[in-house]
């Protein structure tokens, strides 16, 4: 909803948290906002005046606080990495940051803190001691999700960007992280885009953190598995986008959807409602095929027949 810049340019006006909350109201069915400490939000302590601002603008425009996410990769300090800085008293900001979002979700009533770790990477072979860095950045979540168990910490990974090579890179990295810290209220946000470029199935990667207990957030957008693009859910791999829905129900995800998107060029107000109508459509192309009958399909093996009723159903239309 504010400013977005690329390499290139700048895109969108820049525009105050209250011009912001202004601009989603206009957005026809959203419930929520995401926000992005310390950003959007103050930088002193939860209780803040900027706090109760955000309070009376929830309150005045009846949205919740979905998620307080945490930005430890746009300040320059976090330049030589955060959580996995070599310099201790970095990594101690880094953490205390996580807390003080913490905090201020509390305080907002959201419990949830989401961050994305991209300063912590490398760029070049022989950057880093892998080993020191993952040591690190184990006891510093484990550090800040300590802070208190009333907030969920969510950790969302993503491959590159702007580091070369970012250490937490795709799901399976994301839940070995998660046994090594071993604390009940840290979790994953699954981006689907960052999925997609990873590789990744959507959907399995839906069914792998959800069966852990681990699905704490979904961010959803697209791309074309080559770089984070952000564009609209569905609109390149619909395909990815139906089977996840089907997963977020089998697996009862009754966590929040995020459109994490880029509307450069567009609207950004239309841009949202693109987003939520293309996910109430995977939601009702499930529900016309029933999730019984997708999932006695499934069970066959037969996949020839599991793509007749995605083809019956379309060419009815
Ligand atoms: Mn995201």
Not at 80 to 109: F, N, P
Not at 220 to 246: A, K, Q
Request: some cysteine; glycine content about 6%.
């Amino acid at each position: 909803m504010g400013q977005l810049k690329d390499r290139f340019s700048f895109y969108q006006k820049e525009r105050t948290v209250k011009e912001k909350f202004a601009l989603v109201n206009q957005v026809e069915g959203v419930s929520g906002v995401e926000m992005v400490y310390p950003n959007e939000l103050p930088a002193s302590p939860a209780g803040g005046s900027d706090v109760a601002q955000v309070k009376d603008l929830l309150k005045k425009y009846n949205l919740r606080l979905t998620a307080v996410n945490v930005n430890l990769k746009g300040d320059p300090r976090w330049h030589q990495g955060a959580l996995t800085s070599r310099d201790k008293a970095t990594r101690q900001e880094a953490v205390q940051w996580l807390k003080q979002g913490m905090d201020i979700a509390a305080e907002l009533g959201s419990f949830l803190v989401t961050v994305c770790p991209l300063a912590d990477g490398y760029d070049y072979p022989f950057e880093i001691d892998y080993v020191r860095a993952w040591r690190d950045f184990i006891q510093a979540v484990r550090a800040a999700a300590e802070h208190r168990d009333d907030v969920r910490l969510s950790l969302e990974y993503k491959q590159s960007e702007p580091r070369a090579r970012v250490m937490l890179s795709n799901a399976s990295k994301s839940l070995y992280a998660l046994s090594e810290i071993d604390r009940a209220n840290v979790g994953v946000t699954l981006d689907m885009g960052h999925a997609l470029y990873a590789g990744e199935s959507c959907a399995e990667a839906v069914a792998l953190l959800a069966d852990a207990g681990k699905l704490f957030l979904v961010h959803g957008n697209d791309n074309y598995r080559n770089w984070d693009w952000d564009l609209i859910p569905g609109s390149v791999n619909l395909w990815d986008l139906i089977e996840s829905t089907y997963y977020l129900h089998k697996m009862g995800y009754n966590g929040v959807i995020t459109f994490d998107v880029f509307p450069a060029r567009l609207d950004p107000v239309k841009t949202m409602e693109a987003s939520l109508r293309m996910y109430r459509l995977a939601e009702a192309l499930i529900d016309q095929i029933g999730m019984d009958t997708l999932a006695h399909s499934i069970e066959s093996g037969d996949v020839l027949q599991t793509m007749a009723l995605f083809q019956s159903y379309l060419e009815k239309r």
